[in-house]
């Protein structure tokens, strides 16, 4: 009887949480994700700017489903003497936060080049150079798969000629979540090399 009411009371938690998280989610739509996202409260006093293409709603949602993660993060981003570090891997959070920091030449812009990500969000923060960035809905890639998603590498590549493409550069930084494909690390003419630091988030999936 004891297992029994144990098991009922777990099973009321989880529900309780369920619908309190979808509620959360449903929150963060619209005018009042707006609101929130306008105030820049998020950044913690990072002195960079968020550019254009940054899905607004999502975002929203995924920072108040795991805040204390988001928090680290950009406190990481503020905190950091970038040149000082050399290209690596750097944990933040274990394996919940971590930055990866990259150094060299740009690409040219590739169209099979579009990822995508299930488990992390990312933050692309260039501190020295510029490069082009595109990003775009990954409903509307989803149809050209390049190279099928990879689990253990939390990435899958599609194929399309289209998408907005940004220029990343000190000070203006990008965010993109699993609800976007996004092409990475392109040249910019007159830049020949980039470092960046690419913060990956772990974030709970929105319903």
């Known amino acids: 009887m004891k297992k029994l009411s144990a098991y009922i009371l777990a099973l009321l938690v989880l529900l309780i949480g369920s619908a309190v998280r979808a509620q959360s989610a449903e929150e963060w739509t619209g005018k009042k994700a707006e609101q929130w996202y306008t105030k820049m409260e998020w950044l913690n006093g990072l002195p960079a700017k968020p550019g254009e293409g940054i899905n607004k709603e ?11 993660a988001w928090d680290k993060a950009f406190l990481f981003l503020k905190n950091t003497d970038f040149t000082r ?7 933040i959070d274990d394996e919940n936060v971590f930055a990866t920091i990259s150094e060299g030449p740009p690409r040219e812009i590739n169209s099979s080049k579009w990822e995508a990500h299930q488990t992390y969000t990312d933050i692309h923060f260039v501190v020295k150079g510029k490069e082009k960035i595109g990003i775009t809905p990954v409903e ?3 149809g050209n798969v390049a190279v099928g998603y990879d689990s253990a590498k939390d990435i899958g590549f599609y194929s399309t000629d289209d998408g907005p493409f940004y220029v990343a550069e000190p000070g203006i930084f990008y965010i993109v979540t699993p609800t976007e494909a996004h092409n990475p690390s392109n040249k910019v003419e007159g ?3 980039v470092k960046k630091v690419v913060v990956k988030v772990r974030t709970t999936p929105t319903p």
């Open 58 to 68: 999502e975002f929203a949602k995924r920072y108040h489903n795991n805040p204390a």
């Open 191 to 193: 830049y020949d090399g």
């Open 140 to 142: 509307k890639v989803n």
């Open 85 to 91: 570090l050399r290209p690596g891997k750097y944990p």
